[in-house]
């Protein structure tokens, strides 16, 4: 009786089971020890039309996807790996077939499944259809390198009439000032001023569109060597500000020099302004290795950013919440994460209002 019971609810478990696996939208493949396909649900046979006993994921069908052509190396496939008792997650994949003839794009998954003993007797690979995503992120990319070109030229052509505007300007001040008055000179003051400020956001808006473009080969220095010559230009305004600069051992990487030293001369610079005026500056800089990436932090004791102004001080000419008391035209930090980014790495903030900011940046290896 009890063994009926039990037979029963193995019925039942093995009914869900397979219920859940049917009601999935993602594939999902349970192959052998050699790799061959003894489970699969009907969204996986939808997706890459497999068949029982098939070897998963053949040379002749999955491509690497940067040039859609190049076999995916067999033994590096999540189905492979995972019969090697590795994880793998998010992989992805260019599959071309008689079904699909135009080639789609997966994201494919695989875990190793384990005996009783703990030995691997196969694995589960899960994947999912993400050709409209690549399909969309392509044409973001060629839309935001549209943007960048057009940012560019505009930029380009609004440099000279704006230096006409204000070196006239200047002109007008030097031969007429006695004769307008103050009030006139005032007016000519605010003109010479806006034509200063907007030459120099467009000489920002230059520089933003120019860091995919115009960097320089990718190769390995001392950082602390970049962080001197950065103290050494910044010598005049720490020794004007009062500014306390420290710094911990900073690691050797890989990177476009300039661009990096670009980076750290805004935020140590940044680090300096955003202060209490009745303070002067602390600065720390510091490193540490996470994952085969160096993460890199400027922190200073100022003024601090509201959490929800976290990302708008990324913006391209962004200025946060108190930012505008201070003297900048919001272009360093935008300039500054687009470099992070080109280096495959990425930059945030954790920041309290009152006791400071940290600025990190990341370096992929």
Not at 27 to 51: H, Q, R, S, T, Y
Not at 148 to 168: C, E, K, M, V
Not at 209 to 219: A, C, I, N, Y
């Amino acid at each position: 009786m009890l063994t009926g019971v039990l037979h029963e609810q193995d019925e039942k478990q093995a009914e869900l089971l397979q219920s859940v696996l049917d009601c999935t939208s993602d594939g999902i493949v349970v192959v052998g020890d050699e790799g061959e396909v003894v489970l699969f649900n009907p969204a996986a046979a939808e997706l890459i039309k497999i068949k029982e006993g098939e070897r998963l994921g053949l040379r002749a069908r999955v491509f690497l996807p940067e040039d859609e052509t190049t076999p995916f190396p067999a033994d590096e496939l999540p189905s492979a790996r995972a019969i090697r008792g590795e994880e793998t997650s998010a992989v992805e994949v260019f599959l071309r077939n008689e079904y699909w003839p135009q080639g789609i794009y997966l994201s494919v998954s695989g875990r190793p499944l384990y005996d009783e003993d703990g030995r691997v007797r196969g694995g589960v690979v899960s994947f999912h259809d993400i050709t409209k995503y690549r399909q969309a992120l392509a044409k973001a990319r060629e839309a935001y390198a549209d943007m960048l070109q057009f940012a560019h030229i505009a930029a380009h052509d609004l440099q000279s009439p704006l230096a006409t505007i204000s070196g006239f300007a200047g002109l007008l001040r030097a031969e007429y000032g006695d004769e307008v008055g103050d009030e006139g000179r005032e007016y000519i003051g605010f003109l010479v001023d806006e034509a200063e400020s907007a030459s120099r956001k467009v000489e920002g808006l230059l520089t933003f569109s120019r860091v995919g473009t115009k960097g320089d080969e990718f190769t390995r220095f001392d950082l602390n060597e970049v962080l001197e010559r950065v103290l050494r230009a910044l010598a005049a305004e720490i020794k004007e500000r009062g500014a306390v600069v420290t710094k911990e051992t900073l690691p050797i990487v890989r990177a476009d020099e300039v661009q990096i030293e670009r980076v750290l001369q805004n935020l140590v610079s940044n680090a300096m302004k955003f202060k209490p005026p009745e303070q002067f500056p602390v600065v720390h800089v510091s490193a540490k290795e996470e994952g085969g990436s160096w993460i890199i932090c400027v922190a200073d004791r100022g003024i601090g950013i509201e959490e929800r102004f976290f990302d708008k001080a990324f913006y391209l000419f962004g200025r946060v919440q108190g930012g505008e008391d201070y003297p900048g035209d919001g272009i360093g930090l935008a300039v500054s994460k687009r470099i992070i980014e080109r280096h495959g790495g990425r930059m945030w903030i954790e920041s309290e209002v009152g006791f400071g900011s940290k600025f990190f940046f990341k370096l992929p290896e």
